[in-house]
């Protein structure tokens, strides 16, 4: 009998100078090392049969990868959001599933990476999967830097937005699930079928997951086992300073 080969799994770090409300965010140092480098090592960390990279919009960044002895790919300038960075080097890097691990979320756990991974897999009509966690932080609710996301009663995303969805009152506030920046992609899909669709709820949003959305394909929604920090703001980076200790860099 024909044994049938493992799927081979790249994460890829979609990585951009430019941020609106954190400039150079990647590029911040804690501890001796950028954002960069601590997300990077951390995705490496993920799994030893896993390959990890970064796609890369700047010469800057591809030597920050390259100083700390990482894998790196730089991407046209004019690639227009991270999953459509991560298609691209997945075209010239191969693997049969991708994932994308943004940037800046220096928390994220291998076993809620594992956890997104076995939902695709379970789910064959899924096209990607991607993490939430349930916050019950009635500000947070309000911030626009934070995403929410809802779902149906089978775990599929049906949709997110930076506004405070479904709506609550403080009063009858029972919390809220809280996105975080990962994605698992079948390699057919993401090459093939995300970069030709268009949206305007992910104009709009500035969110491309909900390119998905938008044109009826699934995405389901996969729950982390506790919260994670996303970088976004300058508030944000000091309580991940905080959070992790040590000194300074």
């Not at 030893?48 to 919009?57: H, N, Y």
């Not at 969110?207 to 970088?231: D, F, H, W």
Request: hydrophobic letters at 40%.
């Amino acid at each position: 009998m024909e044994t049938k080969s493992p799927e081979r799994v790249k994460v890829i770090l979609p990585a951009r100078l430019a941020s609106t409300r954190l400039p150079r965010k990647l590029l911040l140092r804690h501890n001796g090392k950028s954002l960069l480098q601590i997300v990077y090592e951390k995705a490496a960390s993920l799994e030893p049969l896993w390959e990890t990279w970064a796609a890369v919009d700047s010469e800057e960044l591809l030597q920050e990868v390259e100083g700390f002895g990482g894998r790196a790919l730089l991407t046209p300038e004019s690639l227009d959001s991270g999953s459509a960075r991560v298609s691209w080097a997945a075209e010239r890097l191969g693997g049969d599933i991708l994932v994308n691990l943004q940037a800046d979320e220096p928390m994220i756990l291998a076993q809620d990476v594992a956890r997104a991974l076995s939902a695709l897999r379970e789910n064959p009509s899924a096209s990607a999967s991607t993490l939430a966690f349930h916050n019950n932080d009635y500000s947070d609710f309000l911030s626009p830097n934070n995403v929410k996301v809802v779902v149906d009663s089978s775990g599929r995303g049906c949709y997110f937005s930076r506004s405070p969805i479904p709506y609550q009152t403080r009063e009858s506030f029972q919390g809220f699930l809280h996105h975080v920046g990962v994605y698992v992609y079948r390699r057919e899909f993401l090459l093939k079928t995300f970069p030709s669709l268009r949206s305007s709820w992910e104009r709009g949003e500035r969110l491309e997951q909900l390119r998905l959305l938008e044109n009826g394909y699934t995405l389901v929604v996969e729950t982390a086992s506790r919260p994670t920090l996303g970088i976004d703001t300058a508030e944000d980076w000091e309580k991940f300073k905080a959070l992790s200790g040590g000194e300074n860099g």
